[in-house]
């Protein structure tokens, strides 16, 4: 084939290319307001440098270091639930032999993916209320006493993370019952013959033909240490909690667009996105090295 | 042995049941609430049927004018972001496609790709937003996210798996890339087209943190963002009077959900498509040599 003309694809790319330079590029040079003291009539260029200042100032606020650690005990929770519970639902679907069950289970669980947190987090509120809420007059019901799900520390991580299974697993079983198809279907014969049990089956075949899948899966969680699930926590927190539920990026928010601190907010913002840039790419390297996976 | 795989398919069954009930439940009790009286509501007798049955909260949503208004702005972020995202989707996905003739390809992937793994941060994206003056208009949720990376990249694989010599053909005729890209391409890529786009439109309805840091006034707040006003957990520290007097106005349990439950319609109508295409364009989308 001849070399074709490059100019038209050239072209085909330039309103994409702009368009991302100025909303992504733009504010990536933006982020150096966090070595600067900005101020607004100075705007992002002239305001004046002050090194590493805004980020002493972040590591001497007292909350700084429990946001922190909220955010790596909610972020990883999430992450073993969102591997665990997906796992073991795709291989108790794929146990199922009416397919009409199977469909019909598979369209429910996959509806919560595509609600958004607004929805979700009114009607957890209600749900979840300690005076009428359904949930607590059913604890009240078998005996229990109410429980302030989204008002206690002990129990709004909990919830968050609960709440998080409930959102995403059905949607995470996709990509393992996909790797449960590629099986072959004559290991399971062959099993079969051999006296192998439902429980054999799956251990000895369904579970180690998906280990490539949940090893790539696995890894690239890892981009998702410093992600906690902004939306989710933003619906559902409220300041009794913030001892257990402020996470990075809620408090990037309030020092942002409450406390008005744009310098201070985008220092914690950009060391949120370097150490979280580090880590996808290691994740993203692990992927490559020991599960041949590229993203494009 | 066959007792024991009958207690298997039992204890499954019954769990997978009750799974898909557990992710059912919450939108029929918020049904429910929405058709009910207001006083078994906020004695909590409802839990998915209907008490004291009326329309009074969808006649009184249907009337607000902040819902309708909400709305519109919605429906009018909806049919542009998504024009624009599809567009720009195809006229990006389509030169980075052809690994073989595109020259400074790998340059353009990184410079798309590397969006993806870091980003300027909330501050710095909306001083962006405010200095090119789309506070407050609908621009400033359309434009920031106008290409979105992933389904680029899913879309790029997919036009990979078509056959050189169809566009060949074209180009022998005197076609040029556009009319290949739209007559030859997109037609063969109806399930890769109808994923991305669905996925688009859901997240552009579903969307409200942009609409609420992008605006000064509620008027120009979308749908999702207006319904995450209504929250009571909201501080009511942080709300402007007017917002106050919305908060009073329509903190009617079974209005509430009312309001909710119509914004769920759109998302449960596309709900069968986005399902029949889920699976196929994820798995096509992602299949690489």
């Known amino acids: ?64 270091m429990q946001v922190i650690w909220n955010t790596l005990y909610i972020s990883s929770m999430k992450i073993v639930t969102g591997l665990v519970v997906p796992i073991v639902v795709a291989i108790m679907l794929n146990e199922v032999r009416k397919l009409v069950f199977k469909r019909t289970v598979q369209t429910l669980v996959y509806l919560p993916h595509f609600l958004s947190w607004v929805i979700i987090g009114s009607i957890l509120v209600d749900m979840l209320s300690p005076s009428g809420g359904i949930v607590n007059k059913i604890i009240v019901a078998l005996g229990g006493s109410p429980i302030y799900f989204l008002g206690s520390n002990t129990w709004f991580p909990f919830t968050l993370v609960v709440s998080n299974i409930w959102k995403e697993f059905g949607y995470g079983t996709i990509v393992y019952l996909a ?118 | 042995m066959k007792l024991g795989r009958r207690t298997f398919d039992i204890v499954n069954y019954v769990l997978l049941s009750l799974m898909g009930v557990a992710c059912l439940f919450p939108v029929l009790h918020l049904l429910a609430i929405s058709f009910s009286g207001a006083a078994p509501v906020s004695a909590g007798e409802v839990v998915i049927w209907p008490k004291d049955f009326t329309l009074s909260a969808y006649r009184f949503t249907l009337q607000k004018a902040e819902f309708l208004t909400a709305t519109s702005v919605s429906v009018l972020r909806v049919i542009l972001g998504c024009s624009l995202n599809m567009l720009l989707t195809m006229l990006i996905a389509y030169p980075l496609s052809k690994e073989s003739v595109l ?53 790029l694989n997919f036009f990979r798996g078509i056959p050189k010599e169809l566009e060949e053909a074209a ?80 903190n009617q349990q079974n209005a509430k959900a009312a309001q909710i439950f119509l914004s769920l319609v759109p998302i449960i109508a596309v709900y069968p498509f986005l399902q029949r295409y889920l699976v196929q364009g994820m798995v096509i989308g992602g299949v690489k040599e």
């Open chain 1, 1 to 64: 084939m001849k070399r074709i003309r490059q100019w038209p694809l050239h072209l085909m790319l330039l309103p994409g290319v702009v368009l991302v330079f100025i909303f992504a590029y733009v504010p990536m040079a933006g982020a150096i307001i966090a070595f600067k003291k900005f101020r607004p009539s100075k705007g992002i260029w002239n305001s004046e440098w002050v090194g590493w200042e805004n980020f002493r100032y972040v590591f001497t606020l007292p909350d700084t």
């Open chain 2, 103 to 155: 020259r400074f390809r790998t340059g353009y992937v990184w410079y798309f790709v590397f969006t993806m793994l870091f980003s300027g941060g909330m501050i710095p994206t909306y001083l962006v937003v405010k200095d090119l003056g789309l506070l407050d208009t609908i621009w400033a949720l359309v434009l920031p996210g106008a290409v979105p990376i992933f389904n680029v990249v899913l879309m």
């Open chain 2, 171 to 250: 180009f022998m005729d005197g076609a040029g890339y556009v009319s290949a890209l739209f007559r030859i391409y997109a037609p063969l890529s109806l399930p890769v087209l109808a994923t991305t786009g669905l996925f688009t439109f859901v997240t552009h309805w579903n969307s409200w943190f942009d609409g609420l840091i992008y605006n000064n006034s509620m008027s120009h707040y979308p749908l999702s963002t207006y319904l995450q006003t209504l929250q009571v957990t909201l501080n009511l520290n942080n709300l402007t009077a007017e917002q106050v007097m919305t908060f009073i106005q329509v």
């Open chain 1, 179 to 296: 790797a449960i198809t590629a099986i072959n279907p004559t290991l399971y014969e062959a099993a079969r013959v051999d006296g192998a049990g439902r429980f054999r089956q799956i251990w000895h075949i369904t579970l180690p033909g998906m280990l490539p899948v949940i090893v790539l899966m696995g890894v690239l969680s890892l981009g998702n240490v410093l992600n906690a699930g902004f939306e989710q926590v933003f619906v559902l927190y409220s300041p009794a909690v913030y001892d257990s539920g402020d996470v990075l990026d809620t408090f990037v928010y309030r020092l942002g667009f409450i406390d008005m601190q744009y310098d201070v907010s985008t220092a914690v913002g950009l060391f949120k996105s370097a150490v979280s840039f580090v880590l996808i790419c290691v994740s993203y390297w692990l992927a490559y090295r020991y599960a041949n996976y590229r993203i494009f």
